[in-house]
C-alpha cells in the first residue's frame, strides 16, 4: 500500500517566507560609522591640535625654573637664621666688653683686642665678605631671593596656563603614564580645566605638584613619540610590501598567459 503524498490545491496561497537575518557586520557597521563620522567631526579635529600643540609646548618650558632649584631650601634658610642669632649674641657680647674697657672696669689690652673683634664682625655682617663665613645678613639675603623667584615662579604658571588652562589639555596623557591618575594631579587638571589653576595657584607645594606633573607628562609624551615612530615605521613598511606583492602575483598570471598563447 503505496502512502499518499498530500495534495494542494492550485488556489492555496505560498507560505510567506522570512527575511534572513541581517548579518551581525551589517548591525555593527552603523555605529561603527557613527564613531568614524564623530572622529571626523571640527569639535574633536579641534580637540586634537590642542593636544598636539599642548605636547609640543612641552619641550618649550622653563623646567630650570619650574624645579626651583636656584629656590634656597628651608635648611640654608634654618642655618642662616641661625647664624643671624650667633652674631648677634657675639656682637652684644663684646659690645659690652669694649664698653666696660672704655669705662674702665677692665684692662686697657682686653679693650683693644674687643675693638679688632668688634671690626672685625661688623665687617662680616656683609654675606660673602669673609669666605667660607656666611654673613649675618645671609638670612634676610635668602629670603628676599627666595620671595624673588616665588613671585617670579608664579607670574610664569600663570602665563602658562593662560586664561583657557594648560594642564587638562595633556590629561590624554594618562593613558601612557598611570603616575598622572594621582588625585592631586586630577585636582590641578579640574582648575585649569575650570580656568582657576592660575590665580589660585600660590603656595610653593602647589608649585611643585605642578612640576612634578609636567615631568610625568613629558616621560609619557616621549613614550608616544616612539610609537608614533614606530607605527609610521611599520606603515611604511607595508606600503613597500604591497607593490612586491603586487609584481609576485602578477608573474604566475603573465606566465599562465604566455602557456595560453603557445598551447593552443
Not at 63 to 69: A, D, E, G, I
Not at 201 to 218: G, V
Request: overall charge negative; some cysteine; aromatic content about 6%.
Amino acid at each position: 500500500m503505496s502512502e499518499s503524498s498530500p495534495k494542494t490545491s492550485p488556489n492555496a496561497t505560498p507560505a510567506s517566507t522570512a527575511a534572513p537575518p541581517e548579518p551581525p557586520e551589517a548591525k555593527s557597521g552603523a555605529p561603527r560609522r557613527k564613531v568614524r563620522e564623530e572622529l571626523n567631526t571640527p569639535a574633536h579635529q579641534r580637540i586634537e591640535e590642542e593636544f598636539e600643540e599642548a605636547c609640543a609646548r612641552l619641550e618649550q618650558l622653563d623646567y630650570s625654573l619650574l624645579s626651583m632649584s636656584r629656590m634656597p631650601t628651608e635648611t640654608e634658610l634654618a642655618d642662616a637664621r641661625h647664624y643671624r642669632s650667633i652674631w648677634h649674641s657675639a656682637l652684644m657680647v663684646i659690645s659690652c666688653v669694649l664698653a666696660l674697657c672704655v669705662l674702665g672696669y677692665l684692662p686697657a689690652w682686653l679693650g683693644g683686642i674687643s675693638g679688632a673683634l668688634l671690626f672685625i664682625l661688623a665687617a662680616g655682617y656683609f654675606d660673602g665678605i669673609i669666605p667660607l663665613v656666611p654673613g649675618g645678613n645671609r638670612y634676610t639675603h635668602l629670603l628676599r631671593k627666595r620671595q624673588q623667584l616665588h613671585l617670579q615662579l608664579r607670574d610664569y604658571v600663570r602665563k602658562v596656563e593662560g586664561s583657557y588652562g594648560y594642564l587638562h589639555l595633556l590629561q590624554p596623557l594618562q593613558q601612557l603614564n598611570p603616575n598622572l591618575q594621582r588625585h592631586y594631579f586630577n585636582k590641578l587638571c579640574s582648575l585649569s580645566r575650570k580656568g582657576l589653576l592660575a590665580r589660585q595657584i600660590s603656595s610653593l607645594e602647589n608649585l611643585r605638584l605642578y612640576y612634578e606633573f609636567l615631568l610625568e607628562a613629558n616621560n609619557a609624551n616621549l613614550i608616544r613619540e616612539q610609537l608614533k615612530l614606530k607605527e609610521q615605521m611599520a606603515r611604511e613598511a607595508e606600503e613597500m610590501a604591497a607593490p612586491d606583492e603586487g609584481v609576485a602575483a602578477a608573474e604566475p598570471a603573465a606566465q599562465a598567459t604566455d602557456d595560453t598563447t603557445n598551447n593552443p
